[in-house]
């Protein structure tokens, strides 16, 4: 394992789901310092956001620092990167849900796009060594040919947030080229696990069947998603942070490597709640995916990257932290 002790890591969207494990995940394998951006928005309970930060501080005192500073406002992110003697950057920060994506695109583009560039712009100003970049799976769009792989053509995202991604790598490949600077770019597919955001379809459904209440099941259940598990996505992300030097700009697909329909992701939620889910259906929603899979090839030979957890293991994870944070997510 490479030797973290020298790096200050910016980690945007730190507050977040996948920011927090990430950020906790720097400073135990021995980080000097985690820098820690978000805006802490209300896209959901802004307490939570909080209560992530502060058990990072709780957790590792000076080295963990919180900013609560907007992405975009790049001089202010210049300025404490510097300040901090930032040495490479873990970007997360994003409006990151789809649906809400279509009823606001230009906000998504503010924070992705131009929030992306900002981050890039700032991380060459403090000379930083490298960055690590959050994109999705929903760069793919409909893909009719499965496993996806890097490889694969993404030239038709269907909903903003998507083309966003999309468009933030594209955006991390200029910086490269112009720079020098190694960008990884890692396609994460639908991740899940303690702490997971409540518009996602697990959080959702745990609450709503622990509870009786009636579950809304988009088309027929026979979509597919690609879940994976917030530790394996993390395992991911340091992997990419240590050896994107060698490869100068990648993008690697992140997966569970096992997809389940829509329907048995419903029974497994039934199963661990111990309750029969009661569905209310309704019809596709737009820009939302038929299916997802993370063709893994690349990120096992390149990054040696092996997901462990599987999914009915997995929410019952999630499902034990919601219950020791009834208070905020069950409410
Ligand atoms: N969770 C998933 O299934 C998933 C899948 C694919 C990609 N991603 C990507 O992973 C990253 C993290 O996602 P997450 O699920 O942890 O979401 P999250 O919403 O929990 O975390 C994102 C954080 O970014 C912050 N943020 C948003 N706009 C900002 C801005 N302008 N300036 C500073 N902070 C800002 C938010 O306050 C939030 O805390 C995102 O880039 C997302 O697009 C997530």
Same mark, same amino acid.
């Given at each position: 394992?490479?030797?973290?002790? &020298?790096?200050?890591?910016?980690?945007?969207?730190?507050?977040?789901?996948?920011?927090?494990h990430?950020?906790?995940?720097?400073?135990?394998?021995?980080?000097?310092?985690?820098?820690?951006?978000?805006?802490?928005?209300?896209?959901?309970?802004?307490?939570?956001?909080?209560?992530?930060?502060?058990?990072?501080?709780?957790?590792?005192?000076d080295?963990?620092? =919180?900013?609560?500073?907007?992405?975009?406002?790049q001089?202010? /992110?210049?300025?404490?990167?510097?300040?901090?003697g930032?040495?490479?950057?873990?970007h997360? $920060?994003?409006?990151?849900?789809?649906?809400p994506?279509?009823?606001?695109?230009?906000g998504?583009?503010?924070?992705?796009?131009?929030?992306?560039?900002?981050?890039?712009?700032?991380?060459?100003?403090?000379?930083?060594?490298?960055?690590?970049?959050?994109?999705?799976?929903?760069?793919?769009?409909? &893909?009719?040919?499965?496993?996806?792989?890097?490889?694969?053509?993404?030239?038709?995202?269907?909903?903003?947030?998507?083309?966003?991604?999309?468009?933030?790598?594209?955006?991390?490949?200029?910086?490269?080229?112009?720079?020098?600077?190694?960008?990884?770019?890692?396609?994460?597919?639908?991740?899940?696990?303690p702490?997971?955001?409540? *518009?996602?379809?697990?959080?959702?459904?745990?609450?709503?069947?622990?509870?009786?209440?009636?579950?809304n099941?988009?088309?027929?259940?026979?979509t597919?998603?690609?879940?994976?598990?917030?530790?394996?996505?993390v395992?991911?992300?340091?992997?990419?942070?240590e050896?994107?030097?060698?490869?100068?700009?990648?993008?690697?697909?992140?997966?569970?490597?096992?997809? /389940?329909?829509?329907?048995?992701? /419903?029974?497994?939620?039934g199963?661990?709640?111990?309750?029969?889910?009661? /569905?209310?259906?309704?019809?596709m929603? =737009?820009?939302?995916?038929?299916?997802?899979w993370? *063709?893994?090839?690349?990120?096992? $030979?390149?990054?040696?990257? =092996?997901?462990?957890?599987?999914?009915?293991?997995?929410i019952?994870?999630?499902?034990?932290w919601?219950?020791?944070?009834?208070?905020?997510?069950?409410?």
């Amino acid at each position: 394992m490479t030797d973290l002790s &020298n790096e200050t890591v910016l980690v945007t969207g730190s507050a977040g789901f996948i920011g927090s494990h990430v950020s906790a995940e720097l400073l135990r394998r021995g980080a000097a310092r985690v820098v820690g951006v978000d805006c802490v928005t209300d896209y959901y309970d802004p307490r939570r956001k909080r209560l992530n930060h502060q058990q990072l501080v709780d957790a590792f005192g000076d080295r963990f620092q =919180a900013h609560e500073v907007d992405i975009t406002e790049q001089e202010q /992110i210049t300025g404490l990167m510097r300040d901090a003697g930032v040495t490479g950057v873990v970007h997360l $920060a994003a409006k990151a849900g789809v649906r809400p994506s279509i009823a606001d695109p230009v906000g998504y583009a503010m924070a992705n796009v131009v929030g992306t560039q900002s981050v890039l712009s700032a991380a060459s100003a403090c000379d930083c060594k490298r960055v690590v970049c959050a994109s999705s799976s929903s760069v793919y769009g409909n &893909n009719e040919k499965t496993p996806f792989s890097e490889d694969d053509s993404v030239e038709r995202p269907i909903s903003p947030y998507a083309a966003t991604k999309r468009a933030c790598e594209l955006i991390g490949h200029t910086h490269h080229h112009l720079t020098g600077m190694p960008v990884a770019m890692l396609r994460f597919f639908t991740v899940f696990g303690p702490g997971q955001r409540p *518009d996602l379809a697990i959080s959702l459904f745990l609450g709503k069947v622990s509870k009786g209440e009636t579950i809304n099941r988009f088309g027929d259940g026979t979509t597919s998603r690609d879940y994976t598990f917030v530790d394996d996505i993390v395992g991911g992300v340091m992997r990419a942070y240590e050896r994107i030097d060698a490869h100068g700009y990648r993008i690697w697909n992140l997966g569970g490597d096992h997809p /389940i329909t829509l329907n048995e992701l /419903i029974e497994t939620v039934g199963r661990v709640v111990g309750k029969e889910p009661v /569905i209310n259906e309704m019809g596709m929603q =737009a820009g939302d995916v038929e299916r997802t899979w993370a *063709d893994l090839s690349r990120s096992r $030979a390149e990054l040696g990257y =092996a997901p462990s957890t599987g999914i009915e293991e997995g929410i019952e994870r999630q499902w034990a932290w919601m219950q020791e944070h009834a208070d905020l997510v069950l409410a």
